[in-house]
């Protein structure tokens, strides 16, 4: 039962993020590329102002899966770098996501090359 | 009610409608690729005890975005993304999509400058705010320390 809760939890959490960011691009018309960077920017935002932590505490994957959980990961490694002087400030929020930066383009790239391309289907 | 009160009604009621639509599928979209997150977070650290929750968390990552590609390889996350909307772009799986589908789509051009070059033009601004973010709140934290 618990871990039923846990799920409903992470899966309201995740689809109200995700049902904010259709409401912006139904009001705005903002294109995909904006709607990434602005819920990136909010992630980092509530890392930087000690937010974060609350929200993931309730909703889990639901909060870490959006993008918001790599504009998380960014801030949260600067924030534990900037403990090591501001070398490790600058550095550790590259760091903080190398795993995910790396995977994400090495499989765009040996799975791009493989695909073929397909006529738009709409 | 006569025609003009009822054209009226459908002019009121038929564009929120197909708005609430859109974002009723974006809630459950976004909020079933969370819980699959989750779930593949939760079998990585049952298989992986030595790993850290911060290492789990980037993990997870990885194999999200993996599917995301996967998925945008075989041309079947574009047909989820074309009813699934923000649930399908915000989600770390859209974000790996935003790189294929465009690398896919500018192969024909050249590895180099159609491939290389296209994949980054959505995760292109994505990686520059968050970097550039990320390095101003850890000079801001570096000041903060230095006061106390």
């Known amino acids: 039962m618990d ?35 602005t819920f990136l920017l909010a992630g980092a935002l509530l890392e930087a102002v000690g937010l974060f932590k609350y929200i993931e505490e309730f909703g889990k994957a639901g909060i870490t899966i959006p993008i918001t959980g790599f504009g998380k990961s960014l801030a949260a490694g600067a924030i534990d770098g900037a403990k090591d002087g501001l070398f490790k400030a600058c550095t550790g929020g590259l760091a903080a996501v190398a795993a995910g930066l790396t995977a994400a383009i090495t499989f765009g790239f040996v799975i791009a090359l493989i695909s073929k391309s397909k006529p738009k289907s709409t | 009610m006569d025609k003009k009160e009822y054209a009226e009604l459908v002019k009121q009621t038929s564009p929120k409608t197909k708005e609430g639509r859109t974002i009723l599928l974006a809630f459950v979209a ?18 992986l005890p030595a790993f850290d929750k911060k290492d789990i968390g980037a993990l997870t990552g990885v194999v999200m975005i993996f599917l995301g590609s996967l998925l945008t390889g075989l041309g079947v996350y574009d047909k989820i993304g074309y009813y699934a909307g923000a649930g399908s772009v915000i989600p770390i799986t859209g974000f790996a999509n935003s790189i294929v589908s465009p690398a896919i789509e500018y192969n024909k051009e050249g590895i180099v400058f159609g491939l290389m070059a296209k994949m980054f033009s959505i995760a292109g601004p994505v990686i520059v705010s968050g970097v550039s973010a990320s390095a101003l709140i850890g000079v801001v934290y570096f000041i903060i320390g230095l006061f106390k």
Do not use: H
């Open chain 1, 3 to 37: 871990i039923f809760l846990t799920y409903l939890k992470v899966f309201a959490v995740g689809g109200l993020v995700c049902a904010i960011g259709q409401i912006l691009i139904n009001k705005t018309k903002m294109t995909s590329a904006r709607v990434l960077v």
């Open chain 2, 30 to 47: 976004g909020g079933l690729i969370c819980v699959i997150g989750q779930a593949v977070s939760d079998a990585l650290s049952a298989l």
